[in-house]
């Protein structure tokens, strides 16, 4: 599943390729058939991302006439492309680039919305780290108030938006914060320790375009150069010696989803 880090690179990699020109856009599945015909000969004026969401302004100059609200979910794509690869009924956005073409498809959600529902959509989420002028005391402030193991608030996108089931993992074992521990259980200095290796960490993801957590000291090599499978240090490692103590790796459901820890590294 796309992570934070996914929506802020393809916001950065859309901006970068659709920059002053009129966007041709299609719907060939037809489903988004209206909203591609308001794009349509637009030009992107903003793209944002924030958490896992993503929001394309089109318009004129300054003037927006079409929102877009995207969410990949948990198997959405949004590539660009030089070859037609996809068949045309699970296109459900396509447009056109100076570089390529770019087609979204299997999203959770791709719908035109007004200024008062992006509001709605944000208000409801918790600082993004890869924000500027996101705030570590709002995750401190939530965080001290949940009941709920740090494992499931981590995912909680009303806490900390961005964070996804590979991410939670691997920061938790940074820090040896077991995530059965009950989120309000966490120190202050523990969750600002914690929100400033989710800054770090993210920056490289969205710099490489993908997950790489283990450090060149326990994995041998820069982030950039580790292979896919020494990136990471527990996430779908169960079974497996942990990297940094030997001992086997464990799984568990933690908020509904797998979740991978080493008992001693992270004992409590
Ligand atoms: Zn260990």
Known sequence: MPEGHTIHRLSRDLKQDLKNIFVAASSPQG??????????????????AWGKHLFLSFGHQQSVAALVHIHLGLIGKFRPKTLDTETKESI???????ESFWDLTGPQDCRLI?????FHLIERLGPDPLRRGSNVKDFQASLIQKKVPI???LLDQSIVAGIGNVYRA?????????????????????????????QELLRIG???????????????????????????????REGLPCRRCSNE???????????????VCQPI
């Open 31 to 48: 489903r988004f058939a209206e909203g591609a015909r308001l794009i349509d000969g637009k030009e992107l004026i903003r793209s944002e």
């Open 92 to 98: 459900r956005l396509r447009l056109k680039g100076n």
């Open 114 to 118: 007004d200024k008062s529902e992006y």
């Open 151 to 153: 494992g499931a608030a």
């Open 170 to 198: 691997e920061f938790l074992f940074l820090h040896g914060i077991n995530p059965n521990r009950e989120a309000s259980k966490v120190s202050t200095s523990e969750a600002a320790d914690l929100w400033f290796t989710f």
């Open 206 to 236: 969205v710099r490489l375009n993908r997950i790489v957590t283990v450090s060149q000291d326990d994995g041998g090599a820069t982030p950039g150069r580790l292979p896919r499978k020494r990136s990471l240090y527990v996430y779908k």
């Open 249 to 263: 790796i464990t799984i568990g459901k933690i908020g509904g989803r797998s979740c991978w820890w080493c008992s």
